[in-house]
């Protein structure tokens, strides 16, 4: 009797688990790529943007992974002056952008960003603004094993895209600007 009621009483507490949400597994495919780094290539820009040559060399450094904070460098040639900062919150997750001088002082424009205001899925995270009642924002995507995406999107088409190639990673590159001792905590 002891052990039948030990089997139902398991299987009520596995019956009522919340499922995992999808924030949580696509938080962890985040994390499953700390410590490497992968090659990428600008994929589609608006029409006379200049922010990133096509021809550049782009890596992603999977810098640093915390419970709370993930933090990824990317490089575009020599300038090490991006590092994408992904933030867990109980109900949702944000995405800031971390801008630095070669002297490793902050740049104006630094700790923009925006948060996810769905659920999203396992796949793909959208990190939304809403101006003059259009949505764009920054969308990410992890395929494990395959391929880690990352851009600017407006009314759910892609603006800026970049793909990095997972299936081959590449040597670590040397530390983004300002990173040398840990940056100021902001957002």
């Known amino acids: 009797m002891t052990t039948l009621l030990a089997a139902l009483s398991f299987a009520l507490l596995v019956a009522t688990d919340p499922p995992t ?10 994390q499953a790529l700390c410590e490497s780094a992968a ?10 943007d200049t922010q990133i040559d096509p021809t550049a060399r782009l890596i992603v450094h ?14 575009v040639d020599s300038n090490r002056s991006r590092t994408w900062v992904f933030i867990r919150h109980a109900d949702h997750l944000e995405l800031r952008h971390d801008h630095r001088h070669e002297d490793g002082s902050e740049d104006a424009t630094t700790w923009y960003g925006a948060t996810t205001l769905e659920a999203g899925s396992e796949e793909r995270q959208e990190f939304v603004t809403e101006r003059n009642g259009v ?19 407006r ?9 990095f ?15 040398a001792r840990r940056p100021s905590q902001r957002p």
């Not at 949505?135 to 999107?153: D, K, L, S």
């Not at 009314?155 to 793909?163: C, D």
């Not at 190639?165 to 990173?179: I, R």
């Open 39 to 48: 090659a990428g290539r600008l994929v589609t820009a608006p029409p006379g």
């Open 21 to 30: 949400a999808p924030r949580d597994v696509f938080w962890q495919r985040l």
């Open 155 to 163: 009314a759910g088409a892609w603006r800026h895209h970049l793909e």
């Open 165 to 179: 190639d997972l299936t081959s990673p590449v040597p670590l590159p040397p530390m983004h600007w300002g990173h």
């Open 135 to 153: 949505r764009g924002g920054w969308a990410v995507e992890v395929r494990p094993g395959q391929r880690f995406t990352y851009g600017t999107i």
């Open 62 to 75: 999977f810098w640093e992974c915390g419970e709370r904070e993930l933090r990824f460098p990317l490089h």
